[in-house]
């Protein structure tokens, strides 16, 4: 059987929930037999080609992001959803019921201990944040959801050996954590 | 107890005692039904519907009725608990539920239900309604992003200790709520104290004591180290 | 209104006087919160204070019960209030253009106070005025057959400040559009005649009488009234109670509106004798909010009666006593339930009881009630003068008598009818004057059923279709889809809140339809209204959540491709346009490149 093609990025997360791949300590060497990474903060590469599986992190906050996860979209025949913020927004979509327009005023303007004169950053470089935040499900179709702030290392190893060895994946007790 | 006082659970059969409701007969038998609403010292409120069941094929509240002599009650059948799963993701994308940030994590019915129904997601579009913080009370501050309007507290306030600090009242997803018995509307002008039985009846983490958060670290917490089911089977 | 008067504190007088008037009674708390609000605009946070001291009640109780109804305000009114009502058929008759109009003319946005705290414009639900609208109530007040010309002149009105009262007269007329009478609007009778019938058969004689009318529920439901009354009677109780429901809330429905203004005479005395048969000695008439302005009318027919001696005490010389007063609702269709009503009739938020027991056995006050329909009640006359064999004569085996339907839409004549049970769809269209074709008829309101043109020949009777009056008919033009929209959006305002299928599904349900409506949807959206009517079906605590879903189903089963035409593409869509997501963001920035937008689909 030839090995699955995995993307993986992280949107507004934290990084955590990769953190939380590299849990799974030695594993990582069996799983290495099993997949090979395309898209990835661990080989690098900036965009995405066919994969097989995308393992999304962080829910979507701005335009780049809505980019990025189109991206996998398009390409990954299974998107999953990893950590609580893609499952549900997560401590980012605890923005949602302020205004957008009150916390950029707030955060780039009247905060105490702002320069003088201070302005909202309008760069085209920077991508613009969406009024709200979403879980990714709000944007594009996902598959598969693995909640955990993060998922711990056993999760990730057991959710996707299940997937890889073709089973629908099932935490059991212990393993299933919206924490 | 007669020889006709027994009913199907799952195929298993379980005796009752006459008056008791389904949810009652199994609870003495040590079996699980799920449920969020439902507590043992009151009476039973029917709203968050977790407990229905299928009763000769039609379907009810098991908190509400009565057990009879040959019922067949089917519980965790694959149809009945993927109907509990769409209600739990209704009520987690009805309120505002992170629980990485909640102190009640580990130890919360509602998280603890939706693990036991292999819940992975919340799967709906969220609502992430604009509720309030009521920290105004010395001991005790109130998250009404987590209420499941359960009513648990109106019933502890008003039955065990006969003060009515919390009434139910509004009307529809985002009228109905948690109404407070002052003219502020705020906990700290209530008489409502942190020794009230009301203070520590909030299946999920609204009504939190204030000073004593995280003396048990997550992943010790009751529903860690066992699931709902086995935690209820075993009172 | 930052600063908004205390009104309680205006005129120290008024809420004591009328804590006064009802005993201070908390279960005559509606009626508290209604008359006090009628006289100082709106309930303010010291108001309710002082109503719960006096009732002896917690505050927050009287809180709950302010915060359910709509009609009750927590927050600064405005010395005009105007409500457009907004069933389906307000809304062919252009009321969204004519609401938007006076908006305009207002300066002002739907559901907003103006800033002089001078006026608010918003839509209620179906204010039972189908046959004439489009309607409005101000101040609570009904008004008929708006049009421009009269949005115009309400406009001026509003910022003169003229008073109600002076308003054009002819706004506030509600007509009848009685256009087919039978059995019970041709029934002959004069006031104390079946009363009379009835006491010479006897308590029992008359529950056989009614029984063997096979005389049904009227409300939709079809319940044996004889046994109703048995059962009621038979049940141990300090007292016993009738209760009409009045709270004619199915959108679509104006039959009691009709039978309580020419008919008043009728429906009392079908209450008499409700209380002659189950042996109570009140009767509670529960009236929903939007009929106020019939209040006087009735207490006068009410006062008439007494005179009478058809209704206080020795009735008829006979040693039967029985009163009836009237109570109002405020603004909740899920108050039709009767276990709600009889919440509200006891001054609390009207949520329906879990059952069993029933209201039969426990029910006002927790003592045996017999809850009747307003047609049934009237109804009941016709048995007791005739005789149960007479009456069963009428319409078909399952199906005694004739039912009242409250035609309107795509209709020449819309109006009440009155037919034997059996008669068929086809023949109420061709009585009522079809001009163009007919595409569906929505029959017993949103939470009925929709029967599309091939089905023109079934029945109005239980058998096959029961129906609590409502028959809004669509003809070939209308958007099947914008009907089961505005029926979904009606339950997500109306459900209660209580339980979670119904409270949050009916969201869930109207924001699908609404994703559909904006053009972002897709085939899952309607596989997810398929997972929630399946869900909310089986598991809701009440009717109301238990059909929330029917007016959908059928027109998904009935009228699919009025939905699929609405579809943006056959693969997942989101709710929501990404484009306009960036919209506070680019605004702040002022950035407009090609960054600061994204494609809706790629």
Not at chain 3, 210 to 231: E, H, I, N, Y
Not at chain 3, 314 to 326: G, M, N, P, Q, V
Not at chain 3, 586 to 599: F, V
Request: proline share 5%.
């Amino acid at each position: 059987m030839s090995k699955l093609r995995v993307a993986t990025t992280s949107l507004a997360g934290c990084f955590g929930c990769h953190m939380s791949l590299l849990d799974i300590d030695e594993r990582l060497l069996d799983l290495l037999e099993l997949v090979e990474f395309d898209r990835s903060p661990i080989t690098d590469i900036k965009h995405c080609g066919p994969c097989d599986l995308g393992i999304i992190e962080g829910g979507v906050c701005n335009a780049e992001n809505v980019h990025v996860l189109r991206e996998f979209r398009k390409n990954c025949k299974i998107l999953v959803a990893t950590g609580a913020c893609a499952v549900n927004g997560g401590l980012p979509a605890q923005r949602n019921h302020l205004e957008l327009h009150d916390i950029l005023t707030a955060v780039y303007q009247t905060e105490g201990g702002l320069a003088h004169g201070a302005q909202i950053p309008n760069d085209p470089e920077l991508p613009l944040p969406l009024n709200q935040v979403h879980p990714i499900h709000e944007v594009v179709k996902v598959d598969y959801f693995l909640p955990g702030c993060p998922p711990s290392g056993d999760a990730i190893w057991k959710f996707l050996t299940d997937l890889i060895a073709g089973r629908t994946p099932s935490l059991g007790h212990g393993l299933l954590h919206y924490d | 107890m007669s020889e006709q006082n027994i009913f199907l659970l799952d195929g298993e059969e379980i005796a009752f005692a006459p008056g008791q409701t389904i949810m009652q007969a199994a609870q003495s038998a040590h079996k699980y039904i799920p449920h969020l609403c439902w507590h043992p010292e009151f009476k039973p409120h029917g709203s968050c519907k977790l407990c229905t069941v299928k009763i000769n094929g039609r379907f009810g509240s098991s908190c509400t009725v009565e057990a009879a002599a040959g019922q067949n009650v089917e519980n965790r059948t694959a149809e009945l608990d993927d109907k509990r799963r769409t209600l739990l993701q209704l009520l987690f994308v009805e309120g505002n539920h992170f629980c990485p940030s909640c102190e009640k994590s580990g130890d919360c019915l509602l998280q603890a239900t939706a693990y036991e129904m292999g819940m992975m997601t919340p799967h709906f579009d969220h609502f992430y309604p604009d509720r309030p913080v009521d920290a105004s009370h010395p001991d005790v501050m109130l998250d009404f992003n987590r209420c499941i309007l359960c009513s648990l507290c109106v019933q502890a306030s008003e039955l065990a200790d006969k003060k009515n600090v919390f009434v139910m009242g509004g009307r529809g997803m985002r009228g109905r709520k948690i109404i407070l018995n002052s003219e502020s509307g705020k906990l700290g002008d209530t008489d409502f104290s942190v020794d009230d039985r009301a203070a520590s009846i909030c299946p999920v983490g609204v009504i939190l004591k204030k000073r004593v958060g995280f003396v048990v670290p997550y992943g010790e917490r009751t529903y860690d180290k066992a699931p709902v089911s086995a935690v209820e089977a075993a009172k | 209104m930052k600063t908004a008067p205390s009104p309680a504190l205006n005129d120290p007088g008024i809420v004591p006087a009328i804590l006064a008037r009802h005993g201070h009674d908390a279960t005559r708390l509606m009626q508290i919160l209604r008359e006090t609000q009628e006289s100082l605009g709106w309930l303010a946070p010291e108001t309710l204070t002082a109503i719960a001291s006096g009732v002896g009640w917690p505050r927050a109780k009287v809180e709950g019960t302010a915060a359910f109804y709509s009609f009750f305000h927590l927050r600064p009114r405005g010395k005009y209030c105007v409500l457009w009502s907004d069933n389906i058929t307000d809304r062919m008759l252009g009321n969204r253009e004519l609401m938007q109009a006076l908006c305009e003319k207002l300066w002002l946005e739907p559901g907003r106070l103006s800033e002089d705290g001078l006026v608010s414009v918003n839509t209620t639900s179906c204010t039972g005025m189908c046959d004439q609208g489009p309607a409005v109530l101000v101040n609570y007040r009904a008004v008929t057959r708006m049009d421009m010309a009269r949005v115009e002149q309400m406009a001026e009105l509003i910022r003169n400040q003229v008073p109600l009262d002076e308003w054009p007269a002819e706004w506030f007329q509600v007509t009848d559009n009685i256009r087919r009478k039978d059995a019970l609007l041709d029934h002959g009778l004069v006031p104390g005649e079946a009363l009379a019938a009835a006491m010479a058969l006897g308590p029992q004689g008359l529950i056989d009488e009614v029984k063997a009318a096979g005389l049904r529920g009227r409300g939709g439901a079809g319940f044996s009234t004889g046994m109703k009354w048995a059962l009621c009677r038979d049940a141990a109780g300090e007292a016993h109670y009738v209760v009409c429901n009045a709270d004619e809330g199915e959108p679509g429905t104006f039959k009691d509106r009709v039978l309580l203004t020419s008919y008043a005479d009728l429906v009392f005395e079908g209450m008499t004798l409700a209380g002659y048969a189950i042996g109570a000695k009140r009767g509670l008439m529960y009236l929903r909010g939007e009929y106020r302005y019939m209040l006087d009318a009735l207490e006068s027919v009410l006062a008439r009666r007494r005179a009478e001696r058809l209704l206080g005490a020795r009735i008829l010389d006979k040693d039967f006593d029985f009163d009836i007063e009237i109570h109002f609702g405020a603004g909740a269709y899920v108050c039709g339930e009767e276990s709600a009503l009889i919440e509200s009739l006891e001054g609390k938020p009207g949520r329906p009881r879990i059952r069993p027991p029933f209201p039969v056995t426990h029910g006002y006050l927790d003592q045996p009630t017999a809850v009747n329909n307003v047609e049934t009640l009237a109804a009941a006359c016709l048995v007791a003068r005739h005789g149960g064999t007479w009456y069963a004569g009428l319409g078909t085996g399952k199906s005694a008598g004739t039912k009242l339907l409250s035609v309107s839409g795509d209709v020449e004549r819309p109006g009440i009818y009155e037919y034997p049970f059996g008669v068929t769809v086809a023949q109420v269209l061709q009585d009522a004057g079809v001009t163009n074709c007919i595409q569906a008829v929505q029959i017993s309101g949103p939470s009925g059923v929709c029967i599309g043109q091939d089905e023109l020949e079934r029945r109005i009777a239980f058998e096959d279709l029961p129906t609590a009056g409502a028959f809004m008919v669509f003809d070939c033009t209308r958007d099947m889809f914008e009907v089961a929209r505005n029926f979904a959006h009606f339950f997500a305002h109306e459900s209660c809140g209580f339980c979670t299928p119904c409270r949050v599904g009916t969201q869930i349900v109207a924001q699908l339809m609404d994703k559909l409506e904006t053009n972002h949807g897709s085939p899952y959206d309607i596989d997810e209204m398929f997972k929630m009517h399946r869900l909310m079906q089986g598991a809701s605590h009440c009717g109301l959540g238990n059909s929330a879903c029917n007016p959908l189903f059928d027109t998904l089963n009935k009228f699919r491709p009025a939905y699929e035409r609405r579809l943006k593409s056959l693969d997942y869509e989101p709710a929501f346009d990404l484009d306009a997501a960036l919209s506070q963001a680019r605004q702040m920035t002022g950035r407009d490149d090609a960054g600061a937008h994204l494609d809706n689909m790629e």
